[in-house]
């Protein structure tokens, strides 16, 4: 999923704003973005994922999604002039460019893309309470398979019939993002793996079977 503002944009104006950025490196597990930091600048994704996450009012910590090349990080504080949202922390090797937030506000004014972005945020939070509301009513290995099989498709790399997802995220970090606890999210891998659908590693995981995911994402 883009951010609203690539969302809008045409490819000559794209070109525009990446004209604009320094280009950037950050290892895997490096933190790039503090939740409730100011928003100084923005991160156009060029090779590589990120996790976003935010904390919740427990004290943990929330797997919100997965974001690879082409996306824009950190937009919407930038362009609101409010702190950060949620965490921004690489789970690969990243490479991008960072863009002053004075400038993208003055490439949006520009070009006048204020109203296309804020009737594409609004259909974008439509579809996410819908999501949101769809997987309350799914069984905690339904939702895993349904995020697995996204992973796979989005950030997998295919290798001899399998899907590696290379991701340095922990079993709670992935359990978080179906709201599912660490214990929960073991017991699910377990499951899978017995079932012969994944295989795991250390900050790995295999799908060895991305039909039988769907078949048990569809149950």
């Known amino acids: 999923m883009s951010s609203d503002v690539i969302a809008v944009m045409t490819p000559e104006q794209r070109q525009g704003l990446e004209a604009l950025g320094v280009r950037v490196q950050f290892p895997a597990n490096h933190v790039i ?13 060029q090779q590589g994922n990120v996790a ?17 090349p082409g996306e824009l990080m950190g937009d919407e ?16 090797d990243v490479v991008g460019l960072d863009v002053p937030a004075e400038d993208l506000l003055k490439f949006v004014d520009q070009h006048h893309l204020w ?35 996204n992973l796979a498709e989005e950030t997998g790399t295919e290798v001899g019939g399998h899907w590696e997802i ?38 790995k995981i295999t799908v060895l079977d991305l039909d039988g995911l769907r078949t048990l994402a569809s149950e």
């Open 33 to 45: 973005f503090w939740e409730g930091q100011p928003s100084r600048s923005i991160l156009i994704i």
């Open 115 to 149: 109203p296309q972005m804020y009737r594409n945020a609004i259909h974008r939070r439509r579809e996410s309470d819908n999501e949101r509301a769809s997987l309350t009513r799914f069984t905690i290995t339904r939702r895993f398979a349904l995020m697995l099989i």
């Open 166 to 203: 290379d991701l340095a995220l922990s079993q709670q970090e992935l359990g978080s993002r179906v709201g599912a606890s660490r214990e929960a999210a073991a017991k699910v891998l377990r499951l899978l793996r017995e079932q012969g659908l994944i295989r795991t590693g250390r900050q």
């Open 77 to 92: 504080g930038a362009l609101m002039g409010e702190p950060r949202s949620a965490t921004v922390k690489a789970v690969s």
């Open 52 to 68: 976003v996450i935010q904390g919740a009012p427990d004290g943990s910590e929330v797997l919100l999604a997965v974001r690879g």
